[in-house]
Nanobody, 121 residues
Framework: QVQVVESGGGLVQPGGSLRLSCAAS????????MGWYRQAPGKERELVAR???????AYGDSVKGRFTISGDNAKKTVYLQMNSLKPEDTAVYYC???????????????WGQGTQVTVSS
């Protein structure tokens, strides 16, 4: 069984910062990459940032230059440092992990339950 657990969400004023954390645990053979997605009310889920097992990163256009993703592939952890937050960053943030579980034959995307980030004065 695999668990993906996020933490670090909350309420912050515009211009402020937050750091999200995520850890995957369970009978994991390998991790191909982890990332963060977000979904605001009435909108589709979108990519925020992703990091591969080799350390390559990708960001959504709206967060480039403000957010930074980092992680430890061996520990199956990923972090999202969010700076210069804007009200439009308000959303539920979901952690994603592309994992190969022990005994499985294919990679599977696992998702956390989400953590709320609200940017408001």
């Amino acid at each position: 069984q695999v668990q993906v657990v996020e933490s670090g969400g909350g309420l912050v004023q515009p211009g402020g910062s937050l750091r999200l954390s995520c850890a995957a645990s369970g009978i994991i053979f390998s991790c191909n990459g982890m990332g963060w997605y977000r979904q605001a009310p009435g909108k589709e889920r979108e990519l925020v940032a992703r990091i591969t097992s080799g350390g390559g990163t990708a960001y959504g256009d709206s967060v480039k230059g403000r957010f930074t993703i980092s992680g430890d592939n061996a520990k199956k952890t990923v972090y999202l440092q969010m700076n210069s937050l804007k009200p439009e960053d308000t959303a539920v943030y979901y952690c994603n992990a592309e994992l190969l579980v022990v005994g499985a034959r294919q990679w599977v995307d696992y998702w956390g339950q989400g953590t709320q980030v609200t940017v408001s004065s």
